[in-house]
T-cell receptor, first 115, second 111 residues
Framework: DTGVSQNPRHKITKRGQNVTFRCDPI?????LYWYRQTLGQGPEFLTY????????KSRLLSDRFSAERPKGSFSTLEIQRTEQGDSAMYLC?????????????FGPGTRLTVL | EDQVTQSPEALRLQEGESSSLNCSYT??????LFWYRQDPGKGPEFLFT???AGEEKEKERLKATLTKKESFLHITAPKPEDSATYLC????????????FGRGTSLIVHP
């Protein structure tokens, strides 16, 4: 078990560019979550998948954001036409949800800076 | 709407000086309360899950307790390596397993 991995770890982009982040969850986990975290705040939920189905999206997730989880394995989060307000740490977490047990395990995050 | 309030926002301790962090919550039926540790620039690291009032869990110098309105994270004889931000999160029953996080308590332990 290598844990949750995220790539890239850091991304610097110019306003208006598109960026894509990848998350590889713990292999036996059926749920995958994306969060955004800014300085001094706790993680804010963006969206989650159960297997390959995207089950819920936060109202924070504007139409510039899209996420996929093809075949229920890794996931990608794309931000189109980035804005300076998108600068944040983007966290991915995974869990195995069964019988009420649902601890989420986080990856190291992708730090996005929009210039 | 589920709410989580953590206090204090920041805490400075001397090595060996025990203290407690507080997590007050409002939720329509608690499924679980989670504690995480987060080091600067890294993702949160899972520490504990508590499910019902009266439950306690321990790990090294950390002990988490739960009542119907709040949870405490007790740190006994802390060391500088315990310096981190400690996050609390709650999950409501009947929901979609999406936790609501507090803003965290930033702990600094001085040698």
């Amino acid at each position: 078990d290598t844990g949750v991995s995220q790539n890239p770890r850091h991304k610097i982009t110019k306003r208006g560019q598109n960026v894509t982040f990848r998350c590889d969850p713990i292999s036996e986990h059926n749920r995958l979550y994306w969060y955004r975290q800014t300085l001094g705040q706790g993680p804010e939920f963006l969206t989650y998948f159960q297997n390959e189905a995207q089950l819920e999206k936060s109202r924070l997730l504007s139409d510039r954001f899209s996420a996929e989880r093809p075949k229920g394995s890794f996931s990608t989060l794309e931000i189109q036409r980035t804005e300076q307000g998108d600068s944040a740490m983007y966290l991915c977490a995974s869990s195995f949800t069964a019988g009420g047990y649902n601890e989420q395990f986080f990856g190291p995050g992708t730090r996005l800076t929009v210039l | 709407e589920d709410q989580v309030t953590q206090s204090p926002e920041a805490l400075r301790l001397q090595e060996g000086e025990s203290s407690s962090l507080n997590c007050s919550y409002t939720v329509s039926g608690l499924r679980g309360l989670f504690w995480y540790r987060q080091d600067p620039g890294k993702g949160p690291e899972f520490l504990f899950t508590l499910y019902s009032a009266g439950e306690e869990k321990e790990k090294e110098r950390l002990k988490a307790t739960l009542t119907k309105k709040e949870s405490f994270l007790h740190i006994t004889a802390p060391k500088p390596e315990d310096s981190a931000t400690y996050l609390c999160a709650v999950q409501a029953k009947g929901g979609s397993y999406i936790p609501t996080f507090g803003r965290g308590t930033s702990l600094i332990v001085h040698p």
